[in-house]
Structure formats: structure tokens, C-alpha cells
């Protein structure tokens, strides 16, 4: 048996989608201020993870053959990590 897990970053989700507006308001700043500057201020690219990369993730821990690969954490995320 393995257990692993997929630590994803923000996720272009409709929920991220709908917090988009709602932090520009709170925050008194543009929407692309808090995609940009907010949201994806610490990944290495700018981009959001998409639901395709937690996926591809996912297919990968399970097509492992080894069941040495378990007890592992992947962050999907463009380089951010929460802290």
C-alpha cells in the first residue's frame, strides 16, 4: 500500500476566480494587482496551477511501480510554497 499526497498552489478554480474581485476591493488595488502581486507573487513564473497539473501529478504518484515511492509530499504549484 502507498499514501502520498499533492500539495497544490493556487488552482485557477471558480473559486479563485470569484476571491479574485473580492480581494481587489478589500485591498483597494486592481484585479491583475491580485492575480500579479497577491495570488502569484512568490511562484517562479507567474502562472496559476491548473487542475490539468494537480492531474498529471496525481497520474504520477499512481503509475509508480515501485512501492518505495510512499509517505512523499509534491507541491504543485510553480514554485510557491505556503508557508
Not at 507567474?46 to 499512481?62: I, K
Amino acid at each position: 500500500m502507498r499514501a502520498n499526497v499533492v500539495c497544490p498552489g493556487f488552482v485557477r478554480t471558480p473559486l479563485v476566480d470569484k476571491q479574485i474581485p473580492e480581494q481587489a476591493k478589500e485591498l483597494g488595488i486592481s484585479e491583475a494587482e491580485v492575480i500579479k502581486n497577491v495570488m502569484l507573487k512568490d511562484t517562479v513564473d507567474g502562472e496559476f496551477t491548473t487542475v490539468d497539473d494537480v492531474a498529471d501529478a496525481v497520474l504520477f504518484f499512481a503509475g509508480a511501480k515501485t512501492n518505495a515511492l510512499t509517505g512523499q509530499s509534491m507541491v504543485v504549484s510553480h514554485g510557491w510554497f505556503m508557508q
